[in-house]
């Protein structure tokens, strides 16, 4: 890990609906802070029901603000699970900890990795609510450029949920840096 600070500020301006709606980031990477503002001036959520679906709160429907309201608290959460995963990560002393908040049906997940060696990566993903789907993943690294990876669903719960009802998988993925 680099101990340099990498300090973050970046604008976004864009146009909906005759307000100009500003999305900033500010603050180093391992604190990012998201502001919103609009001119002419609005509340925060009439600026964050511009952003996603174009229109003022007061013309949205009801189930279009439940998902505002969700997609606002997965927002919130992230940016409260972000410093505490990078805290555990360090006291475990784990290559890879993330909590990734649930967006609608979905629970939380948490998800863990150890690079065992140079060329080898473990990783477990657990999802909590519902079935509770767990997957163990092992990345092998052939070349620098070629990726064996294989994921095992205990339980005869399924790799990959889109997928067919599969336990395990074994992919080779090509690496593409720019």
Not at 100 to 122: I, K, Y
């Amino acid at each position: 890990m680099v101990g340099r600070i990498l300090s973050l500020s970046n604008t976004a301006e864009r146009g909906i609906s005759g307000v100009t709606v500003q999305v900033r980031i500010q603050g180093t990477a391992a604190e990012p802070v998201l502001m919103l503002s609009s001119t002419p001036s609005l509340d925060q959520g009439d600026i964050l029901a511009l952003v996603v679906f174009n229109r003022p709160m007061n013309q949205l429907g009801e189930s279009q603000k439940v998902s505002l309201a969700a997609r606002a608290g997965a927002l919130a959460a992230s940016a409260l699970a972000t410093p505490i995963a990078d805290s555990v990560a360090r006291a475990l002393n784990l290559d890879l900890f993330e909590i990734q908040t649930g967006s609608a049906g979905a629970g939380t997940t948490v998800v863990v990795g150890r690079q065992v060696n140079e060329r080898l990566f473990v990783g477990f993903r657990h999802e909590f609510g519902g079935e509770g789907a767990n997957r163990l993943t092992f990345e092998y690294r052939l070349t620098e450029f070629l990726r064996l990876v294989s994921s095992v669903a205990p339980g005869g719960q399924s790799v990959n949920p889109s997928a067919r009802n599969e336990t395990a998988g074994l992919d080779l993925f090509f690496v593409i840096r720019r």
